[in-house]
Structures are given as C-alpha cells and as structure tokens.
T-cell receptor
Framework: QKEVEQNSGPLSVPEGAIASLNCTYS??????FFWYRQYSGKSPELIMS????GDKEDGRFTAQLNKASQYVSLLIRDSQPSDSATYLC??????????FGGGTRLMVKP | DGGITQSPKYLFRKEGQNVTLSCEQN?????MYWYRQDPGQGLRLIYY???????QKGDIAEGYSVSREKKESFPLTVTSAQKNPTAFYLC????????????FGPGTRLTVT
C-alpha cells in the first residue's frame, strides 16, 4: 500500500512568518510531487509541482524534494491570513494516478 | 473559459435513491477521476478513466458506477448500495499520456438522509 503521510495540524503561525509543511511518502519509484491548497468548502487547487531533488521557488512558495529521504516540503514565506487553508501533498503512483496525503491545516494569525 | 464543471453544487437525497453527479471538462484531457472526501480527511479514489469507453475501479468503488461515453463527460452514479454516501465528491482531469498534474472541478456536496 503506497502511503503519503502529513501531520494533520493545525499548524499555527503568525502573519509574516515562514510556514513549513512536510510530507513523507513510501513509494521509492515516485518521480512527481505536488502541493495542492484547499480552502474550507472548496476544491483543491494545484499550487506547486516538483520533479527533481532540491528547491523550486514560485513567488512566496518554495517546494523542497529529497528523494533519498522520501521527503517533500512546502515553505510559505511572509505568511498571510489568506494562506490559511489545508495543504494536500500528492505523489504520483502507477499510471497517471496520484496518491494524496490527508492534508495539513494551516492557520495564519494576524 | 476552459475548465471542469460539476453539477449540482449541493444535492440532497433520501436513503435508497440512486443519484448521478455530473462532471464535464473542456480541457481536451484524456483522463478523468472521481474522488470522495469526508470531513477532515484526504481524497480517496472512486473510479478513473484514461480514455473514452474505458474505466477502472479505484480504492473505494463499491456502491458507485461510472460511464465514459464522451471524452468531455464522466458522470458518477451513487447507488443505494453505497452505505455512507454523504460526502464531498470531487472530479478531476489530466492530460494523460505520462502527465500527473490533476485539476479539480468545484465539487458536489451530497447529503443523504
């Protein structure tokens, strides 16, 4: 059973701080990794994808991948109250499939 | 406007009734997916289709059925055999052919009483 694990949270950070969200996965052959943001009552929105070891930056978001440790993370710099949401980690599995983690709820306090 | 549409947004049904949830996409994507999300939970795959006229069961297919007669459409029927149908249902699509990014519709919240 391929697994993707996330701390459910809530992770609470003050406005302007860096939020660090973590995800581990069990399938060593996974090559594609995604972060989705889901606001309460809404559907998931793709915000980052990463395919190779290292960091990938997009605005205030940085995704980090370490395949040897089977670990992927999302950093949100200068966190804003509007970043408060649940963040889902997704990892490719067989075919065009994705396996999703349970999500981490982030709360950014003004 | 390209995207994925799901209808209705909210759906209420009595226990024992079948109900069909609509999912349409105009992204020209080959693959489509149905997920179920329960409160505070992640996404669980119900059914997926990589190509027209073909679909496979996901992790929790019991009590559900699908069809894929057109590339644009992938309706999901929640049958009376599904024991706990109340949930948030999400449809997604991707290009297929070795790509993995999935894009989601707005979802349908089904309540069965």
């Amino acid at each position: 059973q391929k697994e993707v694990e996330q701390n459910s949270g809530p992770l609470s950070v003050p406005e302007g701080a860096i939020a660090s969200l973590n995800c581990t996965y069990s399938d060593r052959v996974s090559q594609s990794f995604f972060w989705y943001r889901q606001y309460s009552g809404k559907s998931p929105e793709l915000i980052m994808s990463i395919y190779s070891n290292g960091d990938k930056e997009d605005g205030r978001f940085t995704a980090q991948l370490n395949k040897a440790s089977q670990y992927v993370s999302l950093l949100i710099r200068d966190s804003q109250p509007s970043d408060s949401a649940t963040y889902l980690c997704a990892v490719n599995s067989a075919g065009n499939m994705l396996t999703f983690g349970g999500g981490t709820r982030l709360m950014v306090k003004p | 406007d390209g995207g994925i549409t799901q209808s209705p947004k909210y759906l209420f049904r009595k226990e024992g009734q079948n109900v069909t949830l609509s999912c349409e996409q105009n992204l020209n994507h080959d693959a489509m997916y149905w997920y179920r999300q329960d409160p505070g939970q992640g996404l669980r795959l119900i059914y997926y289709s990589q190509i027209v006229n073909d679909f496979q069961k996901g992790d929790i297919a019991e009590g559900y059925s699908v069809s894929r007669e057109k590339k644009e459409s992938f309706p999901l029927t929640v049958t009376s055999a599904q024991k706990n149908p109340t949930a948030f249902y999400l449809c997604a699509s991707n290009e297929g052919q070795g790509t993995y990014e999935q894009y989601f519709g707005p979802g349908t919240r089904l309540t069965v009483t």
